[in-house]
């Protein structure tokens, strides 16, 4: 049956749609081959255009609450941020999910080392080490690397189960060792554990090298948590960038996908995203996304 949340969302994905048409329309693009005598109603065109791009953040940011419907009502986010993530986007994802009756569990900031091929050798030797101490059962030891240390970090931040719950002692193990490495710092206090994992990117290339890195990560951590939301910007989503790189690897297949986060609507829909996570349905959203603008369900 086709519901109110329904033709909401959807009516968000048609004003993405033309508020983009029409920012190709009437932006720079428009003006080639103009003379000068055409510049003014060019500038009139122009600035349509810019008010129709913001039309869709508009509309999503007036019917954000409605269409999320409290959705997150005891079920809390982890905030991964990778290195060069915006702290301005962060903030907005952080809005949007307490607006979803959610709230953050606590902000985990990735390092550069955790990231950089020069540090493997530390990032396999403590998760070996880490892998032992917890004890058989907690994550896979022969697992690879990145794989390895995306378990753990799941272990750290994030439950399998569809709610929250207190930190665990392997929890707290694992946050410890990798602030000492100064691999991942964790949130000051006993943080409680999340289902869901929303992984915000940062600004790094899509090297190969770090490409390999991301998907081990992300590919483990997913494991080891209820399921994992990944998003990035507009730039990040189009050729050579991370996210678009990140959509063709064996990842993309367990976890979700989010582009334009920089955005209002692009922040309504990752949180969209999550509770679709959380009902265990994946997918790659937002302007560049294979399954659409939003979720639609």
């Known amino acids: 049956m086709i519901t109110y949340r329904h033709h909401v969302v959807s009516l968000v994905a048609v004003f993405l749609a033309l508020a983009v048409g029409v920012v190709l329309g009437g932006g720079p693009l428009s003006e080639l081959g103009r003379d000068d005598d055409q510049q003014a109603p060019a500038r009139t065109v122009t600035q349509q255009a810019r008010l129709a791009a913001g039309y869709g953040d508009t509309f999503a940011e007036s019917a954000a609450e409605r269409l999320y419907d409290g959705g997150l009502a005891d079920r ?38 955790l990231v950089a091929a020069s540090e ?76 869901v994992v929303l992984a915000v990117l940062g600004d790094t290339a899509a090297t190969e090298g770090e490409l390999a890195v991301l998907d081990g990560l992300l590919g483990g951590i997913a494991e080891t948590s209820a399921g994992v939301v990944t998003v990035g910007d507009t730039d990040s989503a189009r050729t050579g960038g991370v996210l678009a790189a ?40 937002g302007a560049s996304g294979a399954d659409g603008a939003v979720p639609l369900g």
């Open 76 to 113: 809390p986010v982890a905030l991964l941020a990778m290195p060069g993530a915006d702290d301005t986007t962060v903030a907005g994802l952080t809005e949007q999910v307490e607006l979803a009756g959610g709230s953050v569990t606590g902000r985990y900031d990735v390092q550069p080392a």
């Open 246 to 285: 990140l959509r063709r690897e064996p990842v993309a297949d367990v976890v979700t996908t989010v582009d334009g986060v920089e955005s209002a609507l692009g922040q309504v829909t990752a949180v969209l995203a999550v509770l679709r996570r959380l009902s265990g349905e994946g997918g790659a959203f």
């Open 120 to 195: 493997k050798a530390l990032v396999d030797t403590l998760g070996s080490q880490l892998a032992a101490d917890l004890g058989a059962g907690v994550v896979d030891a022969e697992a690879s690397t990145y794989a390895r240390m995306g378990q753990l970090v799941g272990v750290a931040l994030a439950t399998t189960g569809d709610e929250g719950s207190p930190a665990t002692d392997e929890a707290e193990t694992v946050r410890q060792s990798l602030a000492a490495a100064e691999l991942v710092v964790s949130p000051e206090g006993e943080a409680s554990r999340a289902p």
